[in-house]
C-alpha cells in the first residue's frame, strides 16, 4: 500500500495562490500516474489535474491557465500550485496514485488515496 501524505492546505482570499505538496512513500509511483483530485460536501469527487507516466499532464477545464501540476521526482512528490483561487476552489483536495496509464482524471482507476488537505477560499 502507498501511502500518501498531503499538506499545503489553508484559508486564502479570493484571488491568491496555494501550493500543496504530496509526499509518495514508495518512490518508484512517482514515476508512474499521479494526480489531485478534490471533493466538497454534497458533491463528487473531480479530477483536478493529474501528470501521467509519460510526464503529460492533464487540467480539468475549470482550472486550466490557473493551477500547475508537476513532480518532483528527487523528493518523491506531486505539487500543486494553485493560482487565483476563486470560492468554487473550496474543497478537500486529495492526492491519488495508480501504476497503469490513461485516463488519470478518472478516480475510478485509482486505488492508492491520501487524507487530504483543506483549502479555504474566502470572497
Known amino acids: 500500500q502507498v501511502q500518501l501524505v498531503e499538506s499545503g492546505g489553508g484559508s486564502v482570499q479570493a484571488g491568491g495562490s496555494l501550493t500543496l505538496s504530496c509526499t509518495v512513500s514508495d518512490y518508484t509511483y512517482t514515476s508512474r500516474c499521479l494526480a489531485w483530485f478534490r471533493q466538497t460536501p454534497g458533491g463528487g469527487r473531480m479530477g483536478v489535474a493529474c501528470?501521467?507516466?509519460?510526464?503529460?499532464?492533464t487540467y480539468a477545464d475549470s482550472v486550466k491557465g490557473r493551477f500547475t501540476v508537476a513532480k518532483d521526482q528527487a523528493k518523491d512528490t506531486l505539487v500543486l500550485q494553485m493560482n487565483s483561487l476563486t470560492p468554487d476552489d473550496t474543497a478537500v483536495y486529495i492526492c491519488?496514485?495508480?501504476?497503469?496509464?490513461?485516463?488519470?482524471?478518472?478516480?475510478?482507476?485509482?486505488?492508492?488515496w491520501g487524507q487530504g488537505t483543506r483549502v479555504t477560499v474566502l470572497s
Open positions: 491519488a496514485a495508480k501504476w497503469y496509464s490513461g485516463d488519470c482524471l478518472r478516480s475510478r482507476w485509482y486505488d492508492n
Open positions: 501528470v501521467d507516466s509519460d510526464g503529460t499532464a
